[in-house]
């Protein structure tokens, strides 16, 4: 099991930016896969990106891409999401997630190791 924690969500104006970055507890970051999830009211929990141990080989939901960056620092043991453009819809809570295992990577199942969420509102 490792810790993560969430920093950098906040409000901001429609067409704004924010970094999200994540924060592991893992001995062993570059061995965990990364992801974020989000949440908004009254949804299920959605895929946003993942990246692979190396930072190699980024996935995006269809409606981020071109918009969001995924990318991790295995020496700083921290994972970020960079978020340009960003609309009303993007408004949620952010979770990030890790995970040894090699399966998919946009489904939660696939992890068990989550933060405890950032929120992200945007404002029109």
């Known amino acids: 099991q490792v810790t993560l924690v969430e920093s950098g969500g906040g409000l901001v104006q429609a067409g704004g930016s924010l970094r999200l ?3 592991s507890s893992a001995r062993t970051f570059s061995n965990y896969a990364m992801a974020w999830f989000r949440r908004a009211p009254g949804e299920e929990r959605k895929f946003v990106a993942a990246v692979s141990r190396t930072g190699g080989t980024p996935h995006y939901a269809d409606s981020v891409k ?3 960056t995924i990318s991790r ?4 043991n921290t994972v970020y999401l960079h978020m340009i453009s960003l609309k009303p819809e993007d408004t949620a809570v952010y979770y990030c997630a890790a995970t040894i ?3 998919s990577a946009i ?3 696939s992890y068990d190791n989550w933060g405890q969420g ?3 509102t945007v404002s029109s």
Do not use: E, H
């Open 73 to 76: 620092d295995n020496a700083k």
């Open 107 to 109: 489904m939660p199942v």
């Open 21 to 23: 970055s994540c924060a």
């Open 101 to 103: 295992q090699r399966l």
């Open 118 to 120: 950032t929120q992200v």
């Open 66 to 68: 071109g918009r969001f």
